[in-house]
T-cell receptor, first 114, second 114 residues
Framework: GAGVSQSPRYKVAKRGQDVALRCDPI?????LFWYQQALGQGPEFLTY????????KSGLPSDRFFAERPEGSVSTLKIQRTQQEDSAVYLC????????????FGPGTRLTVT | DQQVKQNSPSLSVQEGRISILNCDYT??????FLWYKKYPAEGPTFLIS?????DKNEDGRFTVFLNKSAKHLSLHIVPSQPGDSAVYFC?????????????FGTGTRLTIIP
């Protein structure tokens, strides 16, 4: 069956550009998470959706980061005015329902800001 | 403040022997723990999990042990196989049904020597 997909897989942006990263979760999965993974580190939580509702955005590092999931399926993470410290792998994960802790991850988008 | 710690960045084990990966946590509110495996350029893949009401969970070659009083868990892989070479992350959850975000350790790179 289809897993979580993310696009693009790689993105190079000049400092100051806006980027949009897309996540297609597994069909029917209620919960969707975004994580940021810096080189040599573990993934760090950014934000969480239950269906279309963004229930937690406490991990977003600044107001330049914005995420949405308007119809409760596909999600987009947008970063405005990218900075070099935004360079990382952005991982999307989904889970079947609230209370199901096993999350299925996509392959990630590697963002490099030059 | 690293709430989940994997103090060994790397581990090498002979094929056929036991691999033991360790993880410590500081937040006593964590009550569910997961191990993920990650290959290069792929997202983390769920391996095995354990609830805090148990002290052991087994699935084939993989066993996770939890010592709540020591805030310590370990993953045992027996026997180790070349395909087990990957980065392993432990992750912890506070199961409050509001937000099951995963808090990850920094990972341990396991290399199985043929």
């Amino acid at each position: 069956g289809a897993g979580v997909s993310q696009s693009p897989r790689y993105k190079v942006a000049k400092r100051g550009q806006d980027v949009a990263l897309r996540c297609d979760p597994i069909s029917g999965h209620v919960s969707l998470f975004w994580y940021q993974q810096a080189l040599g580190q573990g993934p760090e939580f950014l934000t969480y959706f239950q269906n279309e509702a963004q229930l937690d955005k406490s991990g977003l590092p600044s107001d330049r980061f914005f995420a949405e999931r308007p119809e409760g399926s596909v999600s987009t993470l947008k970063i405005q005015r990218t900075q070099q410290e935004d360079s990382a792998v952005y991982l999307c994960a989904s889970s079947r329902k609230t209370g199901n802790y096993e999350q299925y991850f996509g392959p990630g988008t590697r963002l490099t800001v030059t | 403040d690293q709430q989940v710690k994997q103090n060994s960045p790397s581990l090498s084990v002979q094929e056929g022997r036991i691999s033991i990966l360790n993880c410590d946590y500081t937040n006593s509110m964590f009550d569910y723990f997961l191990w993920y495996k990650k290959y290069p350029a792929e997202g983390p893949t769920f391996l095995i999990s354990i609830s805090s009401i148990k002290d052991k969970n087994e699935d084939g070659r993989f066993t996770v042990f939890l010592n709540k009083s020591a805030k310590h868990l370990s993953l045992h892989i027996v026997p180790s196989q070349p395909g087990d070479s990957a980065v392993y992350f432990c992750a912890a959850v506070i199961s409050n049904f509001g937000n099951e975000k995963l808090t990850f350790g920094t990972g341990t790179r396991l290399t199985i020597i043929p």
